[in-house]
């Protein structure tokens, strides 16, 4: 399809031969004022505006300012026509952002030439940004399956099917959504925080690579000093986070793997580990990484432990622990999800 190009110009003389000129190779548009383009603009979107400087009412340098605003419009590229071609007016023209500036009366090879050379720096400036985008998000991706692959070939471990990583993030999903839904903690949680958090959640126990097999498969009841050891999981995944992350260039997703590795085993009663912060205090993703991280534990079999049944069980020790172990609104939004989780689960 071809190109289409809004002509804005006061005199339809000149509109007139932008259309014989250019009306060949591209479909035109005209207007015969800035307003007049602005009404066009609000039903269509040219890949091209040739924009008159002198108009009455909005002048051609107000009418830039206006698309310049706009997130819509900012990105269509502008010409600016005029008859006055001193240097000042010229350099005033690419000051407010115009790409190219055009001389009135036209020369037609000369407006011909500048408009197909316009247009074919902005389809390649548009494939390159394309291009950009679709690469960026690739190597995302790539993190992103690196990042649990890792998780996982650790948790395998201690938890031979590596379920705990892909649960818990599921669960840290569905709380972290449904306290949104309700509108709960909306200061801090909005999309990108639930998307730093879910790709946060499978590094919670990567310090588990750092304690002992010895300690991390006993079947039995550790000693004190055999869970002082288990304790320091949450230091060591910090570490191990500020290491393997930090070329990563999402700061606030880098800081929410940290908060979420060293305090999910904090309590809301403040007598958790490793620094015995206290309600609020504790960050909110490791707070909803808590639930998630006890739950999936108590579901699931461990070399400790057989799995809980049933369901009610789990959520019945969930329940005690609102308001001590756990923050209470985010207690009460899980054991509300119960129905949810035994359609999933059961
Ligand atoms: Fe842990
Ligand atoms: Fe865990």
Known sequence: MNDIILVVDDDSANLMLAQKILGKEYRIAAANSGMAAFRYLEKNKPDLILLDINMPGMNGFEA?????????????????????KSVETETKCFQVGAVDFVGKPFVPDILISRVRRTLELER??????????????????????IIVGMANIIESRDNSTGKHVKNTQMYVRMIADELKNRGLYTDT????????????????????????????????????????S????????????????????????????????????????????????????????????????VFDALFEERCYKPAIRPMEKIMSILE????????????????SMEGKLREMLM
């Open 189 to 228: 949680l909005n999309d990108e925080y639930i998307h730093n958090l879910c790709n946060a959640a499978p590094l919670h126990d990567v310090g588990k690579i750092k304690v002992p097999d010895s300690i991390l498969k006993k079947p039995g009841r550790l000693t004190p000093e055999e869970y002082d």
């Open 230 to 293: 288990m304790k320091m999981h949450t230091e060591y995944s910090q570490d191990i986070i500020e290491d393997i992350l930090s070329d990563v260039e999402e700061e606030e997703y880098v800081k929410m793997a940290k908060d979420v590795a060293l305090f999910h085993h904090e309590r809301w009663d403040g007598t958790g580990y490793p620094r015995g912060l206290k309600g609020e205090d504790i960050p909110l993703g490791a707070r909803i990484m808590a639930l998630a991280d």
């Open 320 to 335: 005690d622990g609102k308001g001590t172990q756990f923050d209470p609104v985010i207690t009460e939004v899980f054991l």
């Open 64 to 84: 830039m300012e206006k698309l310049k605003e706009s997130e819509a419009y900012s990105s269509i590229p502008v010409i600016f026509l005029t008859a006055d």
């Open 124 to 145: 390649y400036r548009n494939h390159l940004e394309d291009m950009v985008k679709e690469k960026t998000s690739r190597i995302k991706e790539m993190q992103e399956h």
